[in-house]
């Protein structure tokens, strides 16, 4: 069978490698040999393999009856949506890891599938090499999804890591990601949580089964996090992390990314560094962790060949994934019940003790401030409660969890 890869980027060049390097162990697997015929980019490579099978124009790949699959790992919404839309109603399966396509386009995509008996699989679209989508799709079918609690952005974990560990600021532990290559040149979608939300987005579209909108999603990055609020969260035994939650309760669905203050006995405490981990709770099973590199050239190829394994299996034949185009209201974030690390100027400390149900009050020796932890309140009732108040800085709490 023979698959089209469309781009030659980090995940791309990690594609045709996977299927190389693995290529008899692949075969077994899918039930037969998949060989790339095409590679699509706009660059050339002169003296690479990869030479050999390029073409800068898409319709070589459409017009091709003998392509079977589709890798699209080009990124972006456009020209992956058209390229997207245009091989599957020539009946080719299409793979991907872009989670902007999918976030926004998931529904039609896949209702195309079914229409032309093919399929459109999005395994690296959320976890990178971590498998989700499909555990969710096929092994947890049983279940009522209750909640999804995850970190599942590897630069934004990366930062707050080198921060805690090195005690650098925010700017300083950018700068070294961008130099590792964990982070973007505009880091943009990572540190202002758009990333992760995207991600979320599908999470939250697959668990109910109809059309979140990224857009609706309650999101703050990390940006506004400092040296200062590590060295607090280190003296409470705390971690700050960027958590993706998805919770279902009585019919309503509460969706967010944002920091989170955990302590141990989280088991996100412990995912550091640029690895990734879901968190499921099934009404049934109870609670699963998925672990592993959610970024990164090979970990996320490996789950884009994942599919086209899958795709090769299924060669005509729909494999259903419920996700309808309507688009479901979510429930307001501020219902939420949460604990709230607090800090303000040390002037306003009487006053908050007012106002404030205070729970805990933490000096972690920084002169002129006056910090706390609240008692577990609504975001509404936070919100009413410290109006008056000049708050340097506001995090989310678990710690009691």
């Known amino acids: 069978m023979n698959v089209a890869i469309l781009g030659y980027g980090t995940v791309g060049s990690g594609v045709y490698e996977v299927l190389h390097m693995n290529h008899s162990y692949i075969a077994k697997c899918a039930g037969n040999e998949l060989n790339v015929k095409y590679v699509l980019d706009l660059r050339d490579f002169p003296g690479q393999p990869v030479e050999k099978v390029l073409t800068h124009d898409f319709n070589d790949i459409l017009n091709d009856p003998d392509v079977d699959i589709v890798a699209e790992v080009m990124g972006g919404e456009h020209p992956a949506y058209e390229f997207s839309k245009q091989a599957i ?41 971590i498998p989700i989508i499909r555990p969710i799709n096929r092994s947890l079918t049983a279940d009522d999804i209750l909640e999804i609690r995850s970190i599942i952005n590897g630069t934004t974990n990366y930062i707050l890591t080198r921060m805690r560990d090195e005690r650098l600021e925010f700017d300083e532990a950018l700068k070294e990601a961008q130099e590792n290559g964990f982070a973007e040149r505009n880091p943009a979608a990572d540190i202002e949580g758009l990333d992760a939300a995207r991600k979320t987005a599908i999470l939250a579209s697959l668990v109910n ?76 099973v109870g609670d699963l962790m998925f672990y592993g590199s959610g970024a990164g050239k090979l970990p996320t190829a490996s789950a884009v060949v994942g599919d086209i394994v899958e795709a090769a299996k299924h060669r005509h034949i729909n494999v259903v994934t419920i996700w309808e185009p309507e688009i479901l209201k979510l429930a307001n974030i501020d219902e939420l ?26 000096d972690a020796g920084i002169p002129g401030e006056f910090a706390f932890v609240t008692e577990p309140m609504s975001g509404s009732e936070f919100k009413e409660r410290s109006g008056g108040l000049d708050i340097i800085s506001r995090i989310r709490s678990e710690l009691d969890r």
């Not at 020539?90 to 008996?117: D, F, I, Q, R």
């Not at 019940?337 to 933490?362: G, H, L």
Request: charged content about 25%; proline content about 1%.
């Open 89 to 129: 109603l020539a009946g080719k399966a299409v793979c991907t890891s872009n989670k902007e396509l999918v976030s926004k386009h998931g529904a039609e995509l896949l209702a195309l599938a079914k229409e032309n008996n093919t399929n459109y699989f999005f395994e690296a679209s959320v976890g990178g090499g």
């Open 209 to 284: 089964q109809t059309q979140v909108e990224c857009d609706d999603i309650y999101t703050e990055g990390i940006t506004k996090i400092s040296a200062v609020d590590i060295a607090y969260a280190s003296r409470m035994k705390a971690k700050i992390k960027l958590i993706s939650l998805i919770r279902r309760i009585d019919g309503k669905t509460y969706a967010c990314v944002a920091p989170l203050m955990l302590n141990k006995r989280c088991q996100l405490y412990n995912v550091d560094g640029v690895f990734n981990a879901v968190m499921v709770k099934g009404n049934a």
């Open 337 to 362: 019940v949460y604990s709230f690390f607090v800090r303000i100027p040390a002037a306003q400390a009487e006053k908050a003790k007012e106002r404030m149900r205070i729970d805990v009050i933490v």
